[in-house]
């Protein structure tokens, strides 16, 4: 898989969330999609749609007179090369100064604690 997480711009990965909720989805429901968030005309989601085909983030086959577009990246390898490229950029690809700084700014529920916790429980088991 290419290194996608350079990319993809903020814009068009508003454009790849309504995707990976739903695909295949023309342009015009990808910009019904995104209206609640963005106040982009359809116009401007093909712009984004036709970035990321140059890009070969996504794919486009052709149904009658319209495109339908898919994802050609799955959300779970982009978030995990995303998350990798944040912890190795700002914590030199260590986990626990991530966590610690989470911790330190009172971001980390007690749920989030809890969860934490079951993970390295069974990383240690």
Partial sequence: MAD???KISEAELVVMEALWEQSPQTA???ADRVAAARDWSVQTVKTLL???MAKDIIAADQDGR???YRPLVARDDYVA???GRLVNRLFGGRIS???AQLASQDQLTAEDIAELEDILKG???
């Fill in 50 to 52: 036709s970035r990321l």
């Fill in 4 to 6: 996608i997480g350079d």
């Fill in 97 to 99: 100064p991530l966590v």
């Fill in 28 to 30: 015009t429901d990808v």
């Fill in 66 to 68: 319209r495109f339908l």
């Fill in 81 to 83: 090369g995303e998350s």
């Fill in 123 to 125: 990383l240690k088991s």
